[in-house]
């Protein structure tokens, strides 16, 4: 009896290791791992590489078959060297760029693209995997990428690899139609669409703005299609400050719309490769410097903002769903608020008429408004402006709904205003009295306009009587200012006038009808 339970178990066991049959392994833009595959663990994409290999060992013309199996390889490739670089950031003394050395790994999909095109060199395929085989982006040869789109015209996995390098050489024609074709192709999820109009609607026509490369092709086929912001240069790190020799040769092209490819050009020719190698650190603080020190407004966006911390974190400063260069101390928290009131469009989360998100990239959309929201929210509350706080706070939950994450959790900042408990204001009524003439017998008026300390004293006394809803309707607005005069920099006076003694005799404005009339009955 025993000898058949084993049987059986073995059986059990041989069955399950040949379960797994071959799938289809999808690449994402520039043929890296999808993220909404990422659930899949390195061992599937190991078994399946084993299982494709297999297929392309029976059939070496199989186009399908190499591709199953260059995708898996690479897959497994780039879980691998995920773990490796997390593992080298964790040790002490480690810096962000550290390398990773992978040339020992198993998974060696270079190799796979190598013998692919041996076998299949008139193939889209072969071709497709040449091109992306690199881990650079950015690449010395893109006639691999060509062939393979004058092969398929029309095959969509090209179409990202295509716009990138349009928009390196400047080819403004192909540019637009391989926007227009992503456009048409519905590559880009409404999520997507909607973080890159944002991005864009936050700067100025002329603003220059580093950003991911999935952003890239997101923001473009908006400047193309839609023709949002089209002024505003859209780069990569890699570009404006290359770390490999087959990026410099399309540095001069992007930096000479931003009129500094001179300088550029300067640091490039005057080391050999070697040295670019050894001061990569020394090498790239450099172009950076250089890049941010042109005449254009820079912005950095929020998923490409580690790549600068260790060098630049103090002169970049949140503007919303970027980080804005500047070499003075700034504080953007006005922009940010109008970003949100004005610029934004947010309906997509507010009134949840997207899908939720399926994969921890559609999750990140949504990391990318915490940092500016969370300010806001404490800027509204430390500004008494109570129904804007609430907002704010319902927009900070409907995130955390989108995204799993609860920041209101254990959180001191959204306990429920607890509203400041005052001494009795001592009000000098005798003085004040001495201040109004009389119209008549019944009506007087006051000689001179109402302070902002009068008009504080009377809102002390609203919060120590606990009417906090009139309270809330006689608060002022301290943004009218900027709302009025638009065109006017009017941020001192938003920040002090309202608040700073030195302001404690002026008279008292952008208060609403309803608080006048309650200043006067009281």
């Known amino acids: 009896m025993k000898k058949l339970i084993y049987i059986g178990m073995m059986c059990v066991f041989a069955l399950s290791a040949f ?10 833009p520039n043929g890296t791992l999808v993220v909404r595959t990422n659930k899949k663990t390195i061992e599937y994409f190991e078994t399946q590489m084993k299982l494709w290999e297999k297929k392309v060992h029976q059939n070496k013309k199989d ?19 995920t773990k490796k670089w997390e593992e080298i950031q964790t040790k002490p003394g480690s810096k962000l760029g550290m390398g990773v050395d992978m040339s020992k ?18 193939s889209f395929e072969a071709n497709y995997m040449m091109h992306f085989k690199d881990k650079y982006y950015i690449k010395n040869d893109y006639s691999y990428l060509l062939k393979a ?42 999520n997507e669409y909607n973080l890159a109009y944002n991005l864009l609607t936050e700067l100025e026509e002329q603003a220059i703005l580093l950003v991911t490369y999935q952003e890239l092709v997101e923001c473009i086929v908006l400047q193309q299609t ?8 859209i780069t990569t790190k890699n570009v404006i400050a290359p770390t490999n020799q087959d990026e410099f040769q399309y540095t001069d092209i992007t930096l000479a719309r931003m009129g500094i ?10 080391g050999n490769q070697k040295e670019l190698q050894e001061n990569h650190t020394k090498v790239e603080r450099n172009y950076l410097q250089d890049f941010f020190n042109v ?3 820079v912005y950095v966006s929020l998923n490409s903002i580690n790549t600068f911390k260790d060098d630049f974190s103090n002169q970049l400063y949140l503007h919303g769903l970027t980080y804005r260069y500047s070499k003075q101390p700034a504080n953007y928290i006005y922009k940010i608020k109008e970003n949100y009131e004005k610029n934004y469009s947010l309906d997509y989360i507010k009134h949840d008429i997207s899908p939720a998100p399926s994969d921890n990239y559609e999750q990140s959309l949504y990391y990318m408004y915490y940092p500016s929201a969370l300010k806001l929210y404490q800027f509204y509350k430390e500004k008494g402006q109570y129904l804007q706080q609430q907002e704010m706070k319902k927009f900070i939950q409907q995130l955390a709904e989108k995204t799993g994450k609860d920041f209101f959790k254990n959180s001191d900042l959204f306990k429920e205003n607890e509203i400041v408990t005052y001494s009795r204001a001592e009000i000098d009524f005798k003085k004040l009295q001495e201040s109004f003439v009389a119209l008549n017998a019944v009506e007087h008026i006051g000689k001179f306009e109402v302070t902002n300390g009068e008009y504080n004293l009377f809102l002390k006394n609203l919060k120590q009587s606990k009417n906090y809803d009139l309270y809330y309707k006689c608060i002022y607005d301290s943004t009218r200012w900027s709302s009025a005069f638009p065109t006017a920099y009017h941020d001192p006076m938003i920040d002090f006038y309202h608040h700073h003694p030195a ?7 952008n208060i609403p009808f309803e608080g006048a009339v309650e200043y006067c009955n009281g």
């Open 19 to 28: 379960a797994q049959e071959p799938e289809q392994i999808e690449l994402g």
């Open 105 to 122: 790994s198993k998974f060696q999909h270079q190799n796979i693209a190598q013998e692919a095109y041996k076998n299949l060199p008139n």
């Open 503 to 509: 302001y404690a005799n002026y008279p008292i404005i």
């Open 63 to 81: 186009e399908n078959a190499w591709l199953n199996y260059f995708a898996a390889t690479k897959c497994a490739y780039q879980m691998e060297l």
């Open 295 to 297: 005449n254009q407004p």
């Open 149 to 190: 789109h004058e092969i398929k015209p029309y095959d969509t996995k090209i179409l990202d690899a295509l716009i990138e390098y349009y928009h390196l050489v400047n080819d403004t024609v192909n540019l637009k139609k391989t926007a227009i074709e992503i456009a048409n192709s519905n590559l880009i999820s409404t």
């Open 226 to 233: 839609k023709n949002i912001k089209p002024k505003v240069i």
């Open 261 to 270: 490819s001179r300088r550029i050009q300067e640091i490039i020719t005057s």
